[in-house]
C-alpha cells in the first residue's frame, strides 16, 4: 500500500471486479458505497487521519481546482490508501485471460450450439 502526503495528486481508483452478466467495473461490494461515485476523478490529498475508526487510516481528498470527466457529487471525501493511487501511475494493468476477471464461459455464447 502506497503512503501518501498532503499535497500529493492522486486518483481514485476502487476495487475492480466482475458483474452478474460478467461486465468488469466496480466491485459489487463497493458499488453502492458513496466512494464509488469518485471513481477515476483527481483530486489532491488535503488532510491525513492516520488512526481513524478500526485503525484504518483515511486521506481527505479535495477534487476543486482539478479537471474531471466524472460528475463528482460533492467537494472533498475520505477515501482508504488502497482506494487511491498517485496521479502519475498510469502503469498499463495487463488483461485478465483467467482468475476472478474473466468473464464466465458460457457468456461469449448467445445461443446453444444444438439446433432445436
Known sequence: MAEFDVGNAVTVK????????????????????????????TGTVVEIDPRSTYGIPLYLVDFAGHTNRVAIPWQRQWFRGEWIVAQGDRTPRPVATEGELVAASGAAKTSSEEST
Not at 475492480?16 to 477515476?40: C, H, M, N, Q
Open 14 to 41: 476502487m476495487p475492480r471486479g466482475v458483474s452478474k452478466r460478467g461486465i468488469p467495473g466496480i466491485s459489487v461490494l463497493y458499488s453502492t458505497w458513496p466512494e464509488a461515485r469518485f471513481d477515476g476523478a
